[in-house]
T-cell receptor, first 115, second 116 residues
Framework: AQSVTQLDSQVPVFEEAPVELRCNYSSSVSVYLFWYVQYPNQGLQLLLKYLSGSTLVKGINGFEAEFNKSQTSFHLRKPSVHISDTAEYFC?????????????FGTGTQLKVEL | GAVVSQHPSRVICKSGTSVKIECRSL??????MFWYRQFPKQSLMLMAT?????????EQGVEKDKFLINHASLTLSTLTVTSAHPEDSSFYIC????????????FGPGTRLTVL
């Protein structure tokens, strides 16, 4: 089984400042890693994913994440945030095999960008 | 590409009635569909997984007789909340996956159910 920990439930940040949203996972097998964003009363939109290869993954809206196998982390970063980035961010993992495509989500981090 | 729709987006019903929510993959064939429930300011809770043409697999603690899931085709899955009660009020989200999507799921916009 897999588990995901997002330690920060809320992250306030000023506009144009950098931000990092933390994600750690636990799994006995290799995993795929995802970051999703959810705006109020909407479904989830994929920001980026790590499947294999380069550990630095670039996604939409200027976000990027780095897979660190030794630290079992997949932190999300953006060098300069905008007001429009205010949303809920979910980290998720899926087992490469045997998981039946299931995603295991973290509890989410609310990013609040202030002027 | 990979668009998933849900209908309705919002529904209000009286206690005791049944409500059906549709989830469609618009431009791809979804071999697997997932149904989630999300309470305010919380994460997504997987309710069940369904594969086209077979019975859904429910997560522990989810009443299969209350939350009926049908995945009749590769583009349509339905969730029926039977005899709804106020505690069933929630945000329901579906997602769809394919065999070649590396476990990625494509999410619908969600359905807000309010039971009076």
């Amino acid at each position: 089984a897999q588990s995901v920990t997002q330690l920060d439930s809320q992250v306030p940040v000023f506009e144009e400042a950098p931000v990092e949203l933390r994600c750690n996972y636990s799994s006995s097998v290799s995993v795929y890693l995802f970051w999703y964003v959810q705006y109020p009363n909407q479904g989830l939109q994929l920001l980026l994913k790590y499947l294999s290869g380069s550990t630095l993954v670039k996604g939409i809206n200027g976000f990027e994440a780095e897979f660190n196998k030794s630290q079992t982390s997949f932190h999300l970063r953006k060098p300069s945030v905008h007001i429009s980035d205010t949303a809920e961010y979910f980290c998720a993992v899926s087992a490469l095999t045997g998981g039946g495509n299931k995603l295991t989500f973290g509890t989410g981090t609310q990013l609040k960008v202030e002027l | 590409g990979a668009v998933v729709s849900q209908h309705p987006s919002r529904v209000i019903c009286k206690s005791g009635t049944s409500v059906k929510i549709e989830c469609r993959s618009l431009d791809f064939q979804a071999t697997t569909m997932f149904w989630y429930r999300q309470f305010p300011k919380q994460s997504l809770m997987l309710m069940a997984t369904s594969n086209e043409g077979s019975k859904a697999t429910y997560e522990q603690g989810v009443e299969k007789d209350k939350f009926l899931i049908n995945h009749a085709s590769l583009t349509l899955s339905t969730l029926t909340v039977t005899s709804a009660h106020p505690e069933d009020s929630s945000f329901y989200i579906c997602s769809a996956g394919t065999r070649i999507s590396y476990n990625e799921q494509f999410f619908g916009p969600g359905t807000r159910l309010t039971v009076l």
